[in-house]
């Protein structure tokens, strides 16, 4: 039963805005290893969904807990610091630092060291390679020392998972991670994905139904706020609503 | 986390970038300091009719330093930091006045109680943002100028405080008419606070405050207490602030109002700007051309300085809105 | 005593509808393009000098120096905001503030240079003068003036918005500029408008202002503590927010310097400080 054991779960949550229900009665489960997608029409409350995960946002009902904790009421960087991680769907980076400062203050945050103000930045030998080794294995060894903004855009959407990933995270929450990447460099992407590490649950919000059908191994369809449907790929494909409500408004 | 299972994608024949070397030469003394240090020197051998003002050039510059650690590396916009400056002077000159004028037990003890209460101060600091935290700061510190003028049987009110008398430095120096020991002591305060600022800028901690300055939405996201960085960093620049007040103090023998004053936290700001924010030296270099360009000009006409300063102010914020230093290093960067 | 407090009430409520026309204009502007402008002090400065020379050098009288003070004001905000104001949008919180800080100083030098450092005066019409008795109390006839027109401006404004077609586009700017631009709205020209209005507005504030505060060069430094306070406490891009906020600063500085002279100001600012910390946003702020 090792496999099925649930990381997160998120049972109720719902959100309003005033009037606006923007998030109705979701519940999640993502065991371990998961690779599940978050998919509907624009406004369907999917960035809100993520939002209300991580702490953002709180929710005004529902329980969300990782590995058995309760974390609702928890601050954002404490759960971070929990396991949970997240990326933007816009680059939220840094843009004066280099790769590697950014990934390095990352993995500082991570290791509470990051309030040391005696002691060189060089000196802290391990977190620094630890955080090298993160961007060599997503592919922005070479660019490491190149200020962020000089870095091109797919470059920067892989800067974002790096980030995410130092925090040496169980859960990892993508939000259009392939969003605005042009298609010579979503190969790179591809592969980041797809080498995830196996023991990390992924839950992603993807409009590219390539990447959601190439590496979802279950889909979460989200509409008006509320869950349409969570099945399997090809019972997702093949369901008449979600053609209707979702594939049949075009891409967004 | 077990380790993935790919091989790290490097094209073959790729120069390898050695991290730990790129951060430490990044943080490699430069010959242009040393030079600028030695150069701090010349007064005492140069131009020895300059030190008194050379002497509140390094004061000012502390406090400027003080001051670039929060505005330039955290980005917290402060209208009123002279408080705590304000603050290092009267206690300094108050514990003197009451008997105890040694100055370098004096002096931390300044920079003690300003960093306490800078400490506090920054719990509220961290609560606003944007207009709101810059209205708390301005009328912090306006706060802070009316309590010591109402509190007048202390700190002397509008006559300022009276009766400083500093005893000799280490036993030894005593402080003289011409100002030699005045400006030695200054600026040996100054260089000792500059080596700590400077490991502090990078250090790990230098690192996060440079993360809330370039992007304060994603620290939380890294698992950052950024509000814990934010509180450690304005402690430390208060108490830095009060050391320089407590120079102030100690060298001059006179304490007044106007070291708490708005156009001091004002003036700080507009020296930051020219010299460039986030850099250290900006804040020295800043306030030396301020300085000497107030001596000069509103020596003149006082209209002239309102004016030229203005315009300055303007045109860097224009054309130049690193600074003076933040110019040069892009010149530098440019030709290499 | 009652007469007293009274009259300070009623002093405290004319400085405050000053402080109001000084500084709603600034409370809109921020609110819809969230500029900072420390300037917005020299335009009421700027305004009384115009004010001053209009009825010294050209005879004019007072009733039309003031609309004179107020065109001037809106011409010269226009002028501004297109060379240099229009540069440093997205500029950033503290350049906004350093650009315009070094605007007053140039401000306050150009003045001292044209009309030197002494205060100038400005001569009342007889109908202005002296005050009125009511209920045994002597009430100040030009400071009766001042509350009149304030509430007419105050009127006028919030008629205006709620009613016009201009109002509309202002409230839509300042409530969401993103929005309001994805619906067509020319939202640079509102702002143009806005601000013009706004530096008009101050410089009839300031106009009116010479008789009771004075008028030297460093009117617009006296002054933008004052501002920046009306603002801030009452929350931007809210004229109801300003009207609040002028009105309880204006009160409460005359009370405190009649009552309390000795801590009058300190708290003001002890007070400006916790609003601030409970309500960061000001009393009626939106974002």
């Known amino acids: 039963m090792v496999d099925q054991q649930i990381v997160l779960r998120a049972e109720g949550l719902s959100k309003k805005f005033g009037q606006l229900e923007v998030t109705r009665e979701v519940s999640i489960s993502l065991p371990r290893g998961a690779r599940h997608a978050l998919i509907g029409p624009n406004g369907a409350g999917k960035t809100t969904l993520i939002n209300l995960l991580t702490g953002q946002l709180q929710p005004d009902g529902g329980r969300i807990a990782l590995e058995g904790d309760d974390i609702t009421g928890l601050a954002p960087a404490a759960r971070v610091r929990r396991g949970l991680s997240r990326t933007f769907q816009i680059n939220t980076l840094f843009p004066d630092l280099t790769p590697l400062e950014a990934v390095t203050l ?116 989200l509409v008006g706020g509320g869950v349409l449907l969570e099945a399997d790929p090809e019972t997702v494909r093949s369901d008449r609503r979600v053609r209707e409500v979702y594939l049949g408004h075009g891409h967004g | 986390m077990t380790t993935p299972v790919t091989t790290p994608m490097t094209t073959p024949g790729a120069a390898q970038v050695e991290p730990r070397d790129w951060l430490r030469r990044r943080s490699r003394w430069s010959p242009f300091e040393i030079v600028f240090w030695l150069a701090a020197l010349l007064p005492f051998l140069v131009l020895p009719t300059y030190l008194p003002l050379a002497n509140q050039v390094a004061i000012a510059a502390l406090f400027a330093l003080s001051v670039d650690l929060i505005l330039g590396y955290a980005g917290i916009v402060t209208l009123g930091h002279a408080m705590f400056f304000g603050l290092g002077a009267y206690f300094a000159g108050v514990i003197s006045v009451r008997g105890w004028g040694e100055p370098i037990t004096g002096l931390l003890a300044a920079g003690l109680f300003a960093g306490i209460i800078g400490f506090i101060v920054s719990f509220l600091i961290t609560r606003v943002q944007h207009l709101a935290l810059i209205m708390v700061t301005l009328g912090l510190g306006f706060l802070t100028y009316e309590l010591a003028n109402a509190m007048h049987w202390l700190t002397g009110g509008t006559d300022g405080l009276r009766g400083i008398s500093t005893w000799p430095v280490l036993g030894q120096f005593r402080f003289d008419m ?159 | 005593m009652i007469s007293q407090l009274t009259i300070v009430l009623f002093d405290g409520f004319a400085f405050g509808m000053l402080l109001f026309l000084l500084s709603v204009g600034l409370s809109v502007t921020l609110g819809m393009m969230n500029f900072i402008n420390l300037a917005h002090g020299a335009f009421g400065m700027f305004g009384g000098y115009v004010a001053v020379t209009a009825m010294r050098q050209l005879g004019l009288p007072f009733l039309a120096a003031l609309p004179l003070a107020f065109i001037s004001m809106a011409l010269l905000s226009v002028i501004i905001e297109r060379t240099l104001f229009r540069r440093l949008y997205g500029a950033g919180e503290l350049n906004q503030v350093l650009f315009t800080i070094g605007l007053v100083f140039v401000a306050a030098a150009v003045a001292t240079f044209t009309f030197g450092t002494v205060q100038q005066v400005i ?41 016009t077609r201009l109002g509309a586009q202002i409230r839509a700017a300042v409530d969401n500029q993103r929005m309001a631009q994805g619906l067509g709205l020319d939202v640079e020209r509102v702002f143009a408008i806005t601000f013009a209005l706004g530096s008009g507005l101050a410089g009839l504030g300031g106009a009116l202002a010479v008789e009771v505060v004075g008028l030297s060069p460093s009117f617009g430094f006296q002054m933008l503590v004052y501002v920046l306070i009306v603002v801030s406490v009452g929350g931007l891009g809210s004229i109801t927010g300003s009207f609040v906020g002028a009105a309880l600063l204006g009160i409460g500085d005359v009370a405190g310097k009649y009552f309390w002279p000795e801590i009058g100001s300190f708290l003001i600012y002890l007070l400006l400080v916790a609003i601030l910390l409970v309500r960061p946003l000001g009393l009626f702020g939106k974002r």
């Open chain 1, 106 to 221: 990352a993995v500082l945050e991570r290791k509470r060291s990051a309030g040391q103000f005696w002691k060189r930045l060089a000196g802290h030998d391990e977190t620094i390679e630890e955080g090298y080794a993160i961007l060599t294995q997503l592919g922005l060894g070479e660019v490491a020392t190149r200020t962020t903004r000089t870095l091109s855009y797919g470059q920067q959407r892989l800067l974002e998972i790096a980030l995410a990933l130092a925090a040496r995270p169980r859960v990892l929450l993508l939000d259009e991670p392939a969003a605005g990447v042009p298609k010579d460099e979503s190969a790179a992407l591809f592969q980041v994905i797809a080498a995830l590490p196996a023991d990390i649950s992924v839950l992603f919000i993807e409009h590219d139904m390539d990447i959601v059908f190439k590496f979802a191994s279950r889909i979460i369809v």
């Open chain 2, 178 to 336: 011409w100002g030699y020991t005045a400006y030695a002591y200054s600026l040996a305060v100054l260089f000792i606070c500059f080596l700590l600022s400077r490991r502090l800028v990078n250090s790990a901690f230098g690192l996060a405050l440079r993360g809330i300055r370039e992007n304060v939405k994603r620290m939380p996201a890294i698992g950052a207490d950024h509000k814990k960085h934010l509180r450690l960093v304005y402690a430390i620049s208060a108490a830095i602030a009060g050391l320089a007040g407590g120079l102030l103090a100690q060298t001059t023998n006179t304490v007044a109002l106007d070291s708490l004053s708005f156009e001091r936290s004002a003036d700080v700001v507009v020296m930051l700007i020219l010299g460039g924010t986030g850099r250290l030296y900006g804040a020295i270099l800043g306030t030396i051309i301020f300085l000497v360009a107030r001596d000069q000009l509103a020596g003149i006409n006082p209209q002239y300085w309102y004016f030229g300063i203005g315009l300055l102010l303007m045109l860097v914020v224009l054309f130049m809105p690193k600074g003076i230093l933040g110019f040069l290093a892009r010149l530098v960067e440019r030709r290499n």
């Open chain 3, 123 to 163: 001569i009342l019409p007889d109908w202005l003068r002296g005050s009125v008795e009511l209920g045994g109390i002597r009430f100040g006839v030009y400071r009766s003036f001042i509350i009149l027109v304030a509430l007419l401006v105050t009127a006028f404004l919030v008629f205006g918005l709620e009613r």
